[in-house]
């Protein structure tokens, strides 16, 4: 069990970039996967990107070489660090936690979720 908060979230133009953290409580957030996903007003939640205990990460097409993912086990916290932002990415986004340690791309694979930070890319 782990408990996750985003932040970093805003209002920016097209082009700028945006770092989001998610610190999370919980003795095991070191063995857990941490992912990132987003949801549009009407849409689906999708993945974005996640990093496995491992280490390795994972990013979904539309982000990749923009988005980059990292971890800091000491401060229990994620990263979703967001370069060359576009209108596109436009969503709430929100950081989850796996305790299989894997790094799927499955939003189900997640066991806790944090409440989303909304994150605005204007043209």
């Known amino acids: 069990q782990v408990q996750l908060v985003e932040s970093g979230g805003g209002l920016v133009q097209a082009g700028a970039s945006l770092r989001l953290s998610c610190a999370a409580s919980?003795?095991?957030?070191?063995?857990?996967?941490m992912g990132w996903f987003r949801q549009a007003p009407g849409k689906e939640r999708t993945f974005v990107a996640t990093?496995?205990?491992?280490?390795?990460?994972y990013y979904a097409d539309s982000v990749k070489g923009r988005f980059t993912v990292s971890r800091n086990n000491a401060l229990k916290t994620a990263y979703l660090q967001m370069n060359n932002l576009k209108p596109e990415d436009t969503a709430v986004y929100y950081c989850?936690?796996?305790?299989?340690?894997?790094?799927?791309?499955?939003?189900?694979?997640?066991?806790?979720w944090g409440q989303g930070t909304q994150v605005t890319v204007s043209s």
């Open positions: 989850a936690a796996q305790r299989s340690g894997a790094g799927g791309r499955r939003s189900d694979e997640y066991e806790n």
């Open positions: 990093i496995a205990w491992s280490g390795a990460s």
């Open positions: 919980g003795r095991t957030f070191r063995n857990y996967a």
